[in-house]
């Protein structure tokens, strides 16, 4: 029985070939081919071997019977195919190349999330809305991702360029067009040519420059503007937000259980803080986590931050390779009376990012020529103590 599954077994073949720089373009950019690479530096004495092992032959047992061929890669040895697909130096990684588009996958590493992603690849970098099931399909990712809309003229060089710019982005970002001027009005686009990236928890969307309508420059201004304030970490995007942030970056940490009254309100406040500070998107980050879609993590979370995250909401500045934060005292909020005490909620989480974004509040040590402080009293057993402000 496999992932609690009774009738799921693995059946022993492997399924899995050795790619090379001889033989790696010819093979992932055949005509009609969809390929999954793993890119690894695993040896074969590494412990994890067997976990990607295990996943990786369940995930080709069941999608190359819908045509997908699966390989893998060793970084260690393949330098230069390593620095030809930009996969970086000891980091393990998944490409899957479809119709001629090379899409990453930034998700947990289990059989159900991956082959569940790779089934909703869409055949074509862009959806076109024309009729309710697509507009539906818009709609409830609302929040979910970023999500880019325009309205073109059908079969006009501008849709063209829009499309081939969508490429480089696929499985990251979401791109829709309209044709025509009824699902032009449902999506709020008012003119040929208009062009809008909606972030989330966001308020109010980008506008593209109306210069914009080659190629490169889509591309230029999706990179430009793709980060939001905030997002919600997900099985499918874990890799993509649980990473170390620019340097120019301040990455803030929220832990919300969203089925709690506390939880509702503190995210609810962190709506409010996201769409307020979006100016500051690409320098301040906030990765919303609803530690119930989590719960193998909560104590490799706790224990790592010293936070005890079953309490209620968390909120902290973070540094995940030196696993360490800075955690906002929860005591100036209150959140059993959400309505109420509204403003001085805000005002009080807003003062803590505007210290942070000033640089008053800091991860780094620059006290190493200060005296110490005197040692904290001893902690109970079971919780480290917690940075609060």
Sequence with gaps: MFLGYPDLEYDGFDRTEVLTEKNFNRTVFAEDTKSVVFFNDVEEDDSELDQYECFLQLSAQIMTKRGYNFYTVNTTKEHRLRKQEEVEKGEDTIHVYKDG???????????????????????????????????????????????????????????????????????????????????????????????????????????????????EEFE??????????????????????????????????????????????MKKLLDKIADENSEHAGTLEIILVDPDEFPLMVDVWEDMFGIDIEEGPQIGLIDISEKEGIWFDMSQVNL??????????????????????????????????????????????????????
């Design 336 to 389: 059993d009376d959400p309505k109420k005490h509204s403003d001085s909620n805000f005002e009080a989480v807003q003062s803590w990012i505007d210290q942070i974004l000033s640089g008053s509040i800091s991860l780094d040590d620059d006290d190493d020529d200060e005296p110490e402080p005197p040692a904290p009293p001893p902690t109970p057993k079971g919780k480290k103590s917690r940075k609060e402000l």
């Design 220 to 265: 230029e201004w999706v990179e430009k503007n793709k980060e939001p304030v905030m997002q919600k970490l997900t099985l499918d995007n874990y890799f993509n937000l649980w990473r170390d942030p620019e340097e120019d970056e301040k990455m803030i940490l929220a832990f919300v259980d969203e089925e709690t009254r506390e939880g509702r309100a």
């Design 101 to 215: 588009y090379k899409i990453e996958y930034n998700g947990v590493r289990d059989p159900e999330t991956f082959v569940s992603w790779l089934m909703d690849i869409p055949d074509d970098p862009v959806t076109i809305i024309n009729d309710e099931h697509d507009l539906e399909e818009f709609e409830n990712m609302d929040d979910e991702c970023v999500r880019i809309i325009g309205y073109f003229e059908p079969g006009s060089v501008a849709l063209k360029e829009f499309e081939e710019a969508a490429e480089d982005f696929m499985g990251e970002i979401e791109f829709f067009a309209v044709v025509t001027s009824k699902w032009a009005r449902k999506v709020g686009l008012k003119r040929v040519g208009e062009v809008q990236m909606r972030r989330p928890f966001e308020e109010d969307p980008l506008f593209a420059p109306t210069s914009a309508d080659t190629e």
